[in-house]
T-cell receptor
Framework: GENVEQHPSTLSVQEGDSAVIKCTYSDSASNYFPWYKQELGKRPQLIIDIRSNVGEKKDQRIAVTLNKTAKHFSLHITETQPEDSAVYFC????????????FGQGTILTVHP | DAGVIQSPRHEVTEMGQEVTLRCKPI?????LFWYRQTMMRGLELLIY????????DSGMPEDRFSAKMPNASFSTLKIQPSEPRDSAVYFC??????????FGQGTRLTVV
């Protein structure tokens, strides 16, 4: 019940285009859905998160949508820039309400200038 | 606060040797997590503590791995004996209840 499927595994876009990464989970008890960005050789860092009581959250060029019925959530990055290039991980908490996170396998995003 | 601090940043050791990884969580955070990251398996949760007490160690791969948290400001992950397949980046993360997890810089372990 804790698995999370993340797609695509790699994503290549031109600067200025939008990027969308999707995750599907199976645990209906999950309430917390963060997205982490990891640059090469660095730690994962939270970029945006959403809790189950809302369907969408936006922070400048980044947005996350959540469909609890269908058990999927997505990361949307608009007006991509080369510095957005990194590995992005989705995660969910399996209903634990704290940081016992199960991570997706990651998406390697490359933004070409 | 300097964030979650891990040491060493890099460790190269020979197969069979004991390896100890260290973590200092952010002060006031109740939870501490140890993750392992590899290309093949991604980010895996190994063990986590709540108020210094181990809660779930089901992710620890085998008996060669052990973790302790003797106080609120220090945790160790020990591998004895180490094997080449243990090579990975090991992250420690801490958080207060129901908030984001802050990761340390990680320890890159290479077992030769």
């Amino acid at each position: 019940g804790e698995n999370v499927e993340q797609h695509p595994s790699t994503l290549s876009v031109q600067e200025g285009d939008s990027a969308v990464i999707k995750c599907t989970y199976s645990d209906s008890a999950s309430n917390y859905f963060p997205w982490y960005k990891q640059e090469l050789g660095k730690r994962p860092q939270l970029i945006i998160d959403i809790r189950s009581n809302v369907g969408e959250k936006k922070d400048q060029r980044i947005a996350v949508t959540l469909n609890k019925t269908a058990k999927h959530f997505s990361l949307h990055i608009t007006e991509t820039q080369p510095e957005d290039s990194a590995v992005y991980f989705c995660a969910h908490d399996g209903g634990t309400s704290y940081g016992k996170l199960t991570f997706g396998q990651g998406t390697i995003l490359t933004v070409h200038p | 606060d300097a964030g979650v601090i891990q040491s060493p940043r890099h460790e190269v050791t020979e197969m069979g040797q004991e390896v100890t990884l260290r973590c200092k969580p952010i002060s006031g955070h109740d939870y501490l997590f140890w993750y392992r990251q590899t290309m093949m398996r991604g980010l895996e949760l190994l063990i986590y503590f709540n108020n210094n007490v181990p809660i779930d160690d089901s992710g620890m791969p085998e008996d060669r791995f052990s973790a302790k948290m003797p106080n609120a400001s220090f945790s160790t992950l020990k591998i004895q004996p180490s094997e080449p397949r243990d090579s990975a980046v090991y992250f420690c993360a801490s958080l207060p209840l129901a908030a984001e997890a802050f990761f340390g810089q990680g320890t890159r372990l290479t077992v030769v």
